[in-house]
């Protein structure tokens, strides 16, 4: 789309988690008139750290606003996966690293803060949840029209559904299916590094697996911290289900001593608890005027670790679309096209249940030559 174009397209974004921000930040920059509506009164996000893969540090340096989440994370060269008892399975660089650099790893509450703290300021708008997308009548049936819980109303020329795995834009215009629920836990907690016991030796990712639970230690030296996170087979399907200590140490049985003694001296009221959903994958992402990112078009498990790095990447590829293509309804196909055989493969891949002996089958092509005991499977880029 021309200039012009773009500069009189009004797009509303539904969410300001990662995916409504980064989309906001790449799409103001084309031009176009970005507003994002946001449900909650603030913008904040809990929980632990992740890891920010390099082509996404990439599209960053794009956008301008590498330095802005540099400064607020800390770079990672590689990830270990070991036993439980820290026995070595596999060690490898990140992905693209010697093209865009090394992964950084991040805390979720700064990258919420560092994407919004580089948006116009009154480019989000707090306190609108969404209740209701339509059509709108007339001339402007190419628009769309948003109704929110406060009673506003707004007209939008293309609107962004950022607003998660229970995407109201999804369920009302593009599938009714709910989130599924993995069979699994998320026990989460952000720990002073002082405190693991000599556990925090650099600024690398090392996940611990074994005895149906997985042991994640993600280093967020910038902030002298460590995410602590411990996934663990239950049936509990709960959102969000109570746990005791006691029941936190029973899934680290037979882990390093350091671990165990990690878990022992966690604040139980900081602890993050939730059970692990993802959705099916969704046929189509998208209408003429009305758009799916992020969670809200491929929510998916953590275990490949790539939910807010799909999104961003999400951002990136809608944002190029429309620039290149001759119409918002071409863009939005030409968006579709490029990023769901990518993120089908992911959300596949995620679900697979694995131990130490099926860690190639999860990251399928990163496994060492040294160490694979079978051809690798093809090598998806995110």
Known sequence: ?????????????I????AGAASAKALSLLGANVTVYEQAGQTREVGAGIGLRPNSMERFRQWGIRDAIAAVSSPSDYFEILTATGEPIMKDSWPEIEKYGPTHLIHRGDFIEALIGVLPEGMVKLGH????????????????VLTFTNGAVVEADLVVGADGIKSVVREQLFSD????FSGEHAYRAVIDADATHGLTIDDNLRMYIGHGTKVYFLPLRHRNQVSFDITVLNPESTWAPSITKEDLLKTVEGFDQRIVDITRELDMDTVNVRAVYDIDPVDVWHSDSVVLVGDAAHSMLHHQGQGANSAILDAGAL?????????????????????KPVTDELQRISRQGWS????NSVFPGQKPESQQQSAPAETVEA
């Not at 012009?4 to 797009?11: A, D, E, P, R, V």
């Not at 969410?15 to 990662?18: K, L, M, N, P």
């Not at 949840?129 to 769309?144: F, P, Y």
Request: charge should be negative; aromatic fraction near 4%; hydrophobic fraction near 40%.
């Open 177 to 180: 299916k709910g989130p599924v």
């Open 1 to 13: 789309m021309n200039s012009s174009m773009l500069k009189n397209l009004n797009i509303a974004i």
């Open 356 to 359: 130490e002996d099926e860690v």
């Open 15 to 18: 969410g300001a988690g990662y």
């Open 319 to 339: 944002a190029d679309a429309l620039a290149e293509a001759d119409t918002v309804k071409e863009a939005l196909a030409q968006y579709q096209a490029t990023r």
């Open 129 to 144: 949840k969404l209740e209701k997308i339509e059509a709108a009548e007339g001339i402007d049936r190419d628009k769309s």
